[in-house]
């Protein structure tokens, strides 16, 4: 099976007021070129723990890649390239890209390097918003990068953010009119999500009114053919994120870069997991150690062989993620009998209560079972030594806000 990569970009012009990423402001840390000559020497050491040489996806992620200059960017191609990987076809080659960081001259950069793929973090249009979230750039130069991708023809990915403090139905109603203007063939849209006592808690929508909120989005998008294949995520068919597929497929993927997570499907009965620390220091001393296996660069605390019941657990939450649901013939390949039989008597509960339902042979998401997914998630999380817990009681909560 072909892996897929991500790489962890993590400079940025600011630190938004509500972003938990592992990101800095750009002037603040080491040089883009030091760190990139990090992530080299990553795939360098670490190139020989993947069995298969074939890349379906490469995500740069951050952050913000695009403010690093692209020559960086196609230096991290060709390592992997020079690692003996190749890039099968219908490869699908991503980078997230923030207004105002992005000209033609480097767009062309991008796209002799072999990205095909882009994802703008707009979140919004409306500019007392863009202050509150603390973006530097305008709602003009979001409009002037949409206009340079469309101009080029290029698949993107549009980054909606909703349920901010202030933020009305009629303020999103005028976001969603500009964005169906560009029809971008991909939408992301994303509840805000911050802890309780947050500076930005204060005067956001009431819980239905994100809800409503919701549901006006996926209207709108309809109208311009974006069906949703994700809980959050919107798309022309055939334009869906391959990558964030392979994550919600349970495929193997490698995270190269300070603070970023790899899962080995076929590394132990149920998987392995391995992550690089969040200080830059530790990431860049780690990094310069040789080895051929994880096992010998990496701490015991980085890494896991994941359990059957963490893997049912995983198992079970990313394939409900998606519209088409979860495969029950998968399921049952994956997982002895007594862990598919647990699992299918809590899935019966909740179909009873209309959260979930089975056709084709998949579970999927009621429309009631979406708006409180984390609450069916959360019946749905399995513990060692777990027997069968009571039946969900809760029927209301808020989703999007928390998954």
Request: aromatic fraction near 12%; glycine fraction near 6%; charged fraction near 20%.
């Amino acid at each position: 099976m072909a892996l897929s990569v991500y790489v962890h970009i993590p400079y940025c012009l600011q630190r938004c007021r509500y972003c938990d990423f592992t990101t800095f402001e750009w002037s603040e840390i080491l040089p883009p070129e030091a760190y990139v000559q990090w992530v080299i020497s990553e795939i360098r050491n670490r190139h020989k723990l993947w069995k298969t040489r074939e890349i379906q996806t490469l995500y740069f992620g951050g952050g913000t890649p695009s403010l690093i200059a692209p020559e960086l960017i196609v230096a991290i191609c060709r390592e992997l390239a020079n690692a003996g990987f190749r890039f099968i076809p219908g490869f699908e080659c991503t980078i997230e890209i923030n207004p105002a960081t992005i000209d033609e001259q480097k767009l062309e950069t991008y796209l002799e390097a072999g990205i095909n793929r882009f994802s703008v973090g707009a979140q919004t249009f409306n500019e007392t918003l863009l202050k509150t979230c603390g973006r530097k750039h305008s709602a003009s130069d979001t409009r002037k990068t949409l206009e340079l991708l469309r101009k080029y023809n290029l698949n993107y990915s549009f980054d909606l953010l909703f349920a901010l403090p202030g933020q009305s139905s009629q303020m999103l109603l005028a976001d969603l009119d500009e964005v169906l203007k560009f029809r971008p063939p991909h939408l992301s849209a994303y509840c805000l999500t911050i802890p309780e006592g947050h500076p930005m808690s204060l005067g956001r929508p009431p819980e239905d009114d994100q809800v409503r909120m919701f549901a006006q989005i996926e209207s709108a998008l309809s109208r311009i053919g974006l069906q949703k294949y994700e809980i959050s995520n919107f798309a022309v068919p055939g334009f869906e994120s391959k990558h964030n597929q392979a994550y919600w497929n349970d495929s193997s993927y490698w995270g190269l870069g300070l603070s970023s997570h790899s899962y080995q499907r076929d590394a132990g009965t149920y998987g392995t997991r391995f992550w690089n620390p969040k200080s830059l220091s530790d990431y860049g001393a780690q990094v310069e150690v040789h080895g051929e296996s994880f096992g010998s660069i990496l701490p015991p605390d980085q890494s896991e062989v994941l359990k059957d019941f963490e893997s049912l657990t995983d198992f079970a939450h990313i394939f409900l993620r998606t519209s088409r649901g979860l495969p029950v013939g998968a399921l049952r390949q994956k997982f002895p009998t007594e862990l598919v039989t647990m699992l299918l008597e809590r899935i019966v509960l909740l179909q009873k209560r209309g959260l979930l339902t089975f056709c084709d042979d998949f579970w999927q998401l009621t429309g009631e079972g979406q708006l409180i997914s984390n609450k069916v998630f959360e019946e749905l999380t399995f513990l060692a030594g777990d027997v069968n817990r009571p039946a969900l009681t809760q029927t209301s909560s808020n989703t999007y806000c928390s998954v």
